[in-house]
């Protein structure tokens, strides 16, 4: 089967660091993507990741080990504008996207 | 680029009535459109792919008659809720691809919030 598996909550301080894990499985895999959505308004791409390794992208870096089903998104010098919900998402072999149910990003001062 | 608009962003209606949303891909050819649902702190669930000039593809559980999706440009595809009921109320979200990069990205749209009394 399918499935993809996210933190529901998380909270950081502004200026500092966080990372944003996701698990999943799958038997066909054509990539992970991140993708930020604020609320009431619809997701914006981040990032997408097809190989091993870091992809960096300003503030922003995802990181994907297939071996482990294991992404993670890292966010740096946090933003209060940066509270949002994070969803990673993963393109199977039929090229569909598998959600996972997002991760809230509460930035404290 | 790649800019993808959806209207109305908002609709409140009664129940038993149908609501049209349209989805429209301003600057590129959309050759693929998926529709997708999202209920309050949850995830986007797919409710159907629709390729231009065919019949969508609707994922298991989601009433072909009930949510109605036309794709009849490559740039414009419409869901139409019939009979709508307060269950239906949600966020609406599309999602357009041209089929020009490599892992098919999709572009969504602002969304469209439903509310059914």
């Known amino acids: 089967g399918q499935n993809i598996d996210q933190p529901t909550e998380m909270t950081a301080t502004e200026g500092a660091i966080v990372q944003i894990n996701c698990t999943y499985q799958?038997?066909?895999?054509?990539?992970l993507f991140w993708y930020q959505q604020h609320a009431g308004e619809a997701p914006t791409f981040l990032s997408y990741?097809?190989l091993d390794g870091l992809e960096e992208k300003g503030r922003f870096s995802s990181f994907l080990s297939r071996s482990k089903g294991y992404s993670y998104l890292l966010l740096k010098e946090l933003q209060m504008k940066d509270s949002a919900s994070y969803l990673c998402?993963?393109?199977?072999?039929?090229?569909?996207?598998?959600w996972g149910a997002g991760t809230k990003l509460i930035i404290k001062p | 680029g790649a800019v993808v608009s959806q209207h109305p962003s908002r609709v409140i209606c009664k129940s038993g009535t149908s609501v049209k949303i349209e989805c429209r891909s301003l600057?590129?050819?959309?050759?693929?459109m998926f529709w997708y649902r999202q209920f309050p702190k949850q995830s986007l669930m797919l409710m159907a792919t629709?390729?231009?000039?065919?019949?969508?593809?609707?994922e298991q559980g989601v009433e072909k008659d009930k949510f109605l999706i036309n794709h009849a440009s490559l740039t414009l595809s419409t869901l139409t809720v019939t009979s709508a009921h307060p269950e239906d109320s949600s966020f609406y979200i599309c999602?357009?691809?041209?089929?020009?990069?490599?892992?098919?990205?999709?572009?969504f749209g602002p969304g469209t919030r439903l509310t059914v009394l």
């Open positions: 990741n097809v």
């Open positions: 799958t038997s066909g895999f054509n990539g």
């Open positions: 629709s390729n231009e000039g065919s019949k969508a593809t609707y």
């Open positions: 998402a993963f393109m199977d072999s039929n090229y569909q996207l598998i």
């Open positions: 999602s357009a691809s041209d089929g020009t990069s490599g892992y098919n990205e999709q572009f």
């Open positions: 600057d590129f050819q959309a050759t693929t």
